[in-house]
């Protein structure tokens, strides 16, 4: 026990800055998370914290039953902070289209009634603060794992956020979307790969290399689309207007495929500068060769990635599809085309990104004629 205390002091005065960085990161998240759970005073919609929940089963009908809530609880903020609210609520028991709320929950409500006994309509839960709560184990996880980096990485996150919903802004004054598609997919990449990889020949050949890649796969997909039938759009779901349908599939197909060319481009550049660095005399034969092998290696998890990705998105949709007796075949044919597109273009672009971000690096390195060919 003594030899573990000491070994603890010895790595507490070797590392004390780091140390005191990290715990400071961690209390500042902790204090976040509990700050965000108390901001009901931001909200202009009155706000309750459920204080007691009593259920009863109201009907049954077929395999779904149907719940009641009888809620009690204190309202947070508005003129009538502080005072107790009766509420009632209904929920099934798949909880497809509600919810059942729990002791502790904070809910946003309307439709408040003045009474001795204040009552209202619940109009939804409010999730900021399990929102901050994974928002902070996230921000620890990149810490912990790529140390002072990870402050680069949340900047990444926090400076793609704001960009994309300045991008939202100038949609609505009517600005065309792919135009705009276009120019966040470049910023995307270019600020991404700079804060998270420095300024360095790395990162400008993986910039380079992704941008390269997205190009010609959205060529590919221009020549497709002009030389076939194209798509019906009308399978497009959530959409109101049909006036810039094919530009929002488009910009989707640019920001699905994105991240994961972006890693496939990283991934080759960083590949083609360690060996580099390890041996300065390597052949451009060996690097094509070992870059090669290094893509292989990476395509298949990378390409199912892409399909993890679309299909975790798809699955309650298809279960609930299925369980009212659509079938597999219609589902994926008629119902979830687009994802299918999506998913194959984006498996396009990372076979695409493989060689086009090998060459790119092998030329940012001097290219061919500044390595030996044999």
């Known amino acids: 026990m003594r030899d573990i205390m000491a070994q603890g002091k010895v790595f507490f005065v070797a590392h004390k800055k780091r140390v005191f960085f990290y715990l400071g990161i961690l209390v500042l998240l902790s204090v976040a998370v509990v700050v965000v759970?108390?901001?009901?005073?931001?909200?202009?919609?009155?706000?309750?914290r459920i204080t007691e929940v009593e259920n009863s089963c109201q009907k049954t009908v077929g395999t779904e039953q149907s719940y009641s809530q009888k809620i009690t609880g204190?309202?947070?903020?508005?003129?009538?902070?502080?005072?107790?609210?009766?509420?009632?609520?209904?929920?099934?028991?798949?909880?497809?289209?509600?919810?059942?709320?729990?002791?502790?929950?904070?809910?946003?409500?309307?439709?408040?009634?003045?009474?001795?006994?204040?009552?209202?309509?619940?109009?939804?839960?409010?999730?900021?603060?399990?929102?901050?709560?994974?928002l902070a184990l996230f921000f620890c996880g990149v810490l912990f794992v790529t140390g002072k980096k990870g402050i680069f990485v949340a900047l990444s996150l926090f400076f793609n956020?704001?960009?994309?919903?300045?991008?939202?802004?100038?949609?609505?004054?009517?600005?065309?979307?792919?135009?705009l598609s276009?120019?966040?997919?470049?910023?995307?990449?270019?600020?991404?790969?700079?804060?998270?990889?420095?300024f360095n020949r790395k990162t400008g050949a993986a910039i380079v290399g992704t941008l390269c890649s997205i190009g010609l796969t959205m060529l590919l997909f221009f020549l497709t689309m002009k030389n076939t039938g194209g798509v019906d759009y009308g399978f497009m779901e959530?959409?109101?207007?049909?006036?810039?349908?094919?530009?929002?599939?488009?910009?989707?197909?640019?920001?699905?495929?994105?991240?994961?060319?972006?890693d496939v481009s990283i991934t080759m550049s960083s590949t083609i500068n360690e060996l580099l660095y390890k041996d300065k005399g390597i052949s451009a034969r060996a690097l094509l060769r070992s870059g090669r092998e290094v893509g292989h290696d990476i395509m298949g998890t990378m390409i199912n990635v892409m399909l993890f990705a679309y299909v975790s998105g798809e699955?309650?949709?298809?279960?609930?599809?299925?369980?009212?007796?659509?079938?597999?075949?219609?589902?994926?044919s008629q119902h979830i085309p687009f994802e299918v597109y999506r998913f194959l273009l984006g498996g396009i672009g990372i076979l695409i990104a493989i060689p086009v971000s090998l060459g790119v690096s092998l030329f940012f390195w001097k290219g061919v004629g500044g390595l030996r060919q044999k």
């Open 74 to 134: 204190v309202l947070v903020n508005g003129q009538w902070k502080g005072r107790e609210i009766r509420l009632n609520h209904e929920y099934s028991s798949s909880q497809v289209y509600d919810e059942e709320y729990r002791k502790g929950d904070q809910v946003f409500v309307s439709k408040i009634v003045p009474g001795d006994i204040l009552s209202g309509h619940i109009s939804g839960l409010k999730r900021d603060q399990s929102f901050a709560m994974l």
């Open 182 to 198: 276009n120019i966040l997919m470049v910023l995307f990449a270019v600020f991404s790969l700079l804060l998270v990889s420095g």
């Open 37 to 48: 759970g108390q901001d009901g005073f931001l909200y202009k919609i009155p706000v309750v």
């Open 238 to 262: 959530y959409l109101s207007s049909h006036d810039d349908l094919p530009q929002i599939f488009m910009a989707q197909i640019l920001f699905g495929g994105l991240g994961a060319t972006m």
């Open 161 to 179: 956020v704001f960009i994309f919903l300045q991008v939202l802004v100038f949609y609505e004054k009517g600005i065309d979307f792919f135009f």
């Open 315 to 332: 699955i309650p949709v298809m279960l609930l599809k299925m369980k009212n007796h659509i079938s597999l075949v219609t589902i994926v």
